[in-house]
């Protein structure tokens, strides 16, 4: 099969699981903007955030050393898995511990005294979740893309099972159900819990999939292999560092907000910047579908005689989509803003923001297979950390000024910068013909066509949905013009 072909359907198959599985969370957000406060909303958020950021400790980047050295020795793939599988088991299972042991101070540390046990389900799931990444791992580098969306759909599903239960059955049976009911709801359900239910639903279909997948687990040698074990620690331990970075541009503003912002308004502008963050999430969920099969994908390219042009061209087929992804949500924000609670709409005027600086985070992530590729991964630990310097340094000097505002803007220009400086250390280390001329033109194209849509954002809906649409053709005209070749994709991934 054509490799474009390969890679476009695995990412449909990888996406399927990402956008059901985020469609569906994300349509949980309508209710818990509406079930939560914003305040309330904000402990969810910031408690995200922290499991963000531990998954990345806790994995550290061994995922992708598995991809690495499986290509490199085939010969010694389960091996391979073992060692990773191993060590990846004994530092959760260390760090839940610590969890358990030091519970209470983390909480006072992180000013939920009286909860201690978000403490407690938060390490659990971070921990659980770490162990299940590294099966996960095997099967995207077996190109098992089946396996895995069945089995985190099914994680997915309970969740939400779980969620609606606790949040909307339970309360609705403890007002209106029958009288004989009532004892095993007061078993089942506390009112008092709130969104500690949010983390117990959460930590269930981790454990629901953690089952389904240890027929992949047992299925290793179970042999650990201290020489293969430090070699992929070198080769990882920048993918750390990277991460642990990458974290702090994508999350540490909402905890900054919450520290820099006075207290009495802090958590709601948490929730608040949380929740119209989650209207890009078609965008993310495109991103993360193609990172699940694009970086297994660009390891088994890389040998071939024409991978750097077969690179360049994914990454034009990648702009192009997350552009028609920014497109569809802004020409249509009148529909999409009311999936969030009306208490949270002062959020918007960030959207379009933070749609573009997830696209050049993704368009950073497609560059970063360059020191990937060559083993000089210190090189994007250090494009990460100098990310995470801009993201601090603004966040710190814009948040005072102007709120979660700024904080958008910092992370549009910390990604920005992190692809520009991607693009000019790779094109030194390992030259990919990029298309730069033409990205930027389709890029402006993209945001005329958005700017010109504020002339008609004052139209009844009768008029205005069908001159949005024409705007959309518009910009299929300009994309045709820019880029003829993108006229015939059909024709050119056959």
């Known amino acids: 099969m054509n490799p474009l072909k ?33 305040g309330e909303y904000g ?18 980047g061994m995922e992708t050393a598995l991809f690495r050295f499986s290509e490199e020795q085939p010969e010694r793939k389960d091996h391979i898995f073992s060692t990773t599988l191993l060590s990846v088991l004994i530092t959760s299972s260390v760090f839940i511990f610590l969890v358990v042991v030091f ?15 978000y403490i407690l389900l938060l390490g659990s799931i971070v921990g659980l979740d770490a162990l299940a990444a590294i099966p996960y791992a095997r099967l995207r580098a077996e190109n098992r893309p089946w396996r895995f969306a069945i089995t985190r759909l099914t994680g997915i599903a309970v969740n939400i099972v779980l969620v609606l239960f606790f949040l909307l059955l339970c309360p609705w049976l403890s007002e209106h159900g029958p009288r004989w009911l009532m004892p095993a709801i007061d078993m089942i359900y506390d009112p008092g819990i709130g969104v500690g239910y949010v983390f117990i ?14 027929p992949v687990m047992l299925a290793a040698t179970w042999v650990f292999d201290p020489l293969i074990w430090r070699r992929m620690l070198i080769y990882a331990l920048p993918l750390l560092v990277a991460g642990m970075a990458g974290w702090v541009n994508e999350a540490l503003d909402k905890l900054l907000l919450k520290y820099i912002l006075p207290e009495d308004i802090a958590m709601s502008q948490v929730g608040i910047y949380g929740a119209v963050y989650k209207l890009s999430i078609m965008m993310t969920i495109f991103i993360q579908a193609f990172r699940f099969a694009a970086e297994p ?71 970063s297979i360059w020191y ?16 995470a310097a801009i993201t601090i340094i603004l966040n710190i000097w814009w948040i005072p000024r102007f709120g979660y505002h700024g904080s958008a803007w910092a992370t549009l220009v910390c990604y920005f910068s992190l692809a520009a400086l991607s693009y000019l250390f790779g094109q030194r280390h390992y030259k990919i013909p990029y298309d730069i001329g033409r990205i930027f033109l389709l890029i402006m194209a993209a945001l005329g066509v958005y700017f010109i849509s504020y002339i008609t954002a004052g139209l009844p809906a009768l008029w205005m949905y069908p001159a949005h649409l024409a705007l959309l053709l518009l910009f299929a005209l300009l994309v045709a013009r820019i880029y003829p070749s993108l006229r015939s994709i059909n024709k050119t991934l056959t």
């Not at 994300?26 to 939560?36: M, W």
């Open 6 to 38: 390969r890679l476009a359907g695995q990412t449909a198959i990888y996406g399927l699981s990402n956008i059901v599985g985020r469609v569906i969370n994300f349509l949980l957000v309508p209710l818990y903007t509406r079930v939560f406060y914003p």
């Open 43 to 60: 402990v969810v958020t910031e408690m995200y955030v922290y499991v963000a950021f531990l998954l990345i400790v806790l994995t550290y």
């Open 103 to 117: 519970r209470r101070p983390i909480a006072d540390i992180m000013r939920y005294p009286d909860n201690v046990e």
């Open 201 to 214: 639903a959460n930590l269930v279909a981790t454990l629901v999939t953690l089952l389904m997948l240890t």
């Open 297 to 367: 994908f660009f390891f088994a390219q890389a040998s071939q005689e024409n991978a750097r042009v077969l690179f360049a061209r994914v990454m034009n087929y990648f702009v192009l989509a997350c552009l028609c992804i920014f497109l569809g949500i802004m020409l249509f924000m009148d529909v999409v803003k009311h999936f969030i609670g009306p208490h949270f709409h002062e959020g918007l005027a960030v959207v379009p923001i933070l749609l573009l600086a997830n696209m050049f985070l993704g368009i950073y992530w497609n560059l």
């Open 372 to 387: 990937k590729l060559t083993s000089k991964t210190t090189y994007g630990a250090w494009f990460a950390v100098v990310g």
